[in-house]
């Protein structure tokens, strides 16, 4: 699937540690050069640079991972051409048990590493598209509460795309749970939600 798109993603090095701040998914051969699709998420995974540049000054042509397998096959069934995903952290890293450490670690407070932190509200603003659906999809672990409760007071978005966890404010569940059934119930419930969201917007 990842051959009819085009990844690529800004990375970038601070205090001995690899971040990335945004990642591009865009439909090949399309024209559009504002995304029609937002998503956030828990924090880049196993994606890399493919010059494996791990610090440069320009966006980077991508290896997506199996999490953004995910937004394409939305992106597909949706209709969607143009997608740029946010992290509620920039920390690259495939464990998220290693995230939970970093936030909590004093490490963390040493780099704004994420972009819904107030210092970076210029990068938030340049970075994320107003208008567009919105994809909240980072996980339900306690330890991110605190990160998602910023994105969600500096996006102020009324009606997000994705599964909130019940007698939760915070908690979205994550686009690739670990069984793979939930894994398809995740795209269709956000595909479904999409589908009434365009309904609604061409009924008025």
């Not at 798109?5 to 024209?31: H, N």
């Not at 890293?93 to 290693?98: A, Q």
């Amino acid at each position: 699937m990842s051959a009819e798109f085009e990844v690529t993603g800004f990375f970038y090095e601070s205090c001995g540690y690899k971040f990335r701040k945004y990642l591009d998914i865009k439909r090949k051969d399309e024209a559009q050069t504002i995304p029609d699709l937002m998503v956030v998420m828990m924090n880049p995974g196993s994606s890399y640079p493919l010059d494996s540049v791990d610090n440069n000054s320009v966006p980077s042509e991508a290896e997506p991972d199996a999490t953004q397998q995910q937004v394409m096959k939305i992106m597909n069934r949706a209709s969607f051409n143009y997608a740029r995903i946010l992290n509620l952290s920039d920390l690259r890293t495939p464990n998220s048990n290693d995230l939970y450490k970093f936030v909590k670690s004093d490490d963390s407070k040493l780099v704004d590493h994420s972009i819904f932190s107030i210092n970076r509200k210029a990068e938030l603003n340049k970075l994320f598209i107003q208008n567009v659906p919105v994809i909240f999809g980072w996980g339900v672990n306690s330890a991110l509460v605190p990160l998602a409760k910023l994105a969600i007071d500096s996006l102020c978005i009324n009606n997000p795309l994705g599964m909130l966890k019940a007698n939760t404010k915070y908690s979205y569940y994550h686009p690739l749970p670990r069984i793979y059934k939930k894994q398809l119930e995740w795209v269709q419930h956000v595909i479904n939600q999409s589908t009434q969201m365009q309904q609604s917007c061409t009924s008025f």
